[in-house]
């Protein structure tokens, strides 16, 4: 089974200030990666995806996200943070199961505080 | 649109009872999973589904079960609710392949008394 850590529980950053969450996965071969962000009371809405090719990818509102092969990692970053991106945000990698289907397996969140 | 919806959106329970999770997508998808959330856990999955008549454990599947008998519905039972299955309870869908994105519902928030 896969792993997926996300170091940081709480993050609190200045609204405009850059943002950078941190995602770390263990798996062996090209693994398919997603950032997910939950608002408060909502369900989980993605954020983007990595499958192959271009390490940069580019996301919705403005979020984008590097691949990192050497340092297993696929961080989120943001230039500007604005009031309204407060919230949780989950990496999570496309495991293969005992049964042999494929499932996500989820970090356990980094919620994010953006300060006036 | 297209769009998965859980009912109820809020429950509770006492220990011991019986108790059914609707979830109901839109999207003609193949595969359906449920996840339960917690405080420094992340989401965790329960059971999933690749088709009707096909129900898989997650890693959290003791005292959950879970039938697929059309594509649109994926009941999650707790057969004895326990205070320990208190969580918010998320069902989601994806279209089937090992590219595809999944797609959530709002959550149903369970309290077992």
């Known amino acids: 089974a896969q792993s997926v850590t996300q170091p940081d529980i709480h993050i609190t950053v200045s609204e405009g200030a850059s943002l950078e969450l941190r995602c770390n996965y263990s798996?062996?071969?090209?693994?398919?990666l997603f950032w997910y962000v939950q608002s408060p009371g909502q369900g989980l809405q993605l954020l983007l995806k990595y499958f192959s090719g271009d390490t940069l990818v580019q996301g919705i509102k403005g979020f984008e996200a590097e691949f990192k092969r050497s340092q297993s990692s696929f961080n989120l970053r943001k230039p500007s943070v604005h009031w309204s991106d407060a919230a949780e945000y989950f990496c999570?990698?496309?495991?293969?199961?005992?049964?042999?289907?494929?499932?996500?397996?989820f970090g356990s969140g980094t919620r994010l505080q953006v300060q006036p | 649109d297209a769009e998965i919806t859980q009912s109820p959106r809020h429950k509770i329970t006492e220990t011991g009872r019986q108790v059914t999770l609707a979830c109901h997508q839109t999207?003609?998808?193949?595969?359906m999973f449920w996840y339960r959330q917690d405080l420094g856990h992340g989401l965790r999955l329960i059971h999933y589904?690749?088709?009707?008549?096909?129900?898989n454990k997650g890693e959290v599947s003791d005292g959950y079960s879970v039938s697929r008998s059309n594509t649109e519905d994926l009941p999650l039972t707790l057969e004895s609710a326990a205070s320990s299955q208190t969580s918010v309870y998320f069902c989601?869908?994806?279209?089937?392949?090992?590219?595809?994105?999944?797609?959530f519902g709002p959550g149903t928030r369970l309290t077992v008394t």
């Open positions: 999207w003609n998808h193949n595969n």
């Open positions: 589904s690749y088709g009707v008549q096909d129900t």
């Open positions: 798996y062996g071969a090209t693994p398919y």
């Open positions: 999570a990698v496309v495991d293969i199961m005992d049964t042999g289907r494929r499932a996500l397996t």
């Open positions: 989601a869908s994806s279209e089937g392949g090992r590219r595809s994105e999944q797609y």
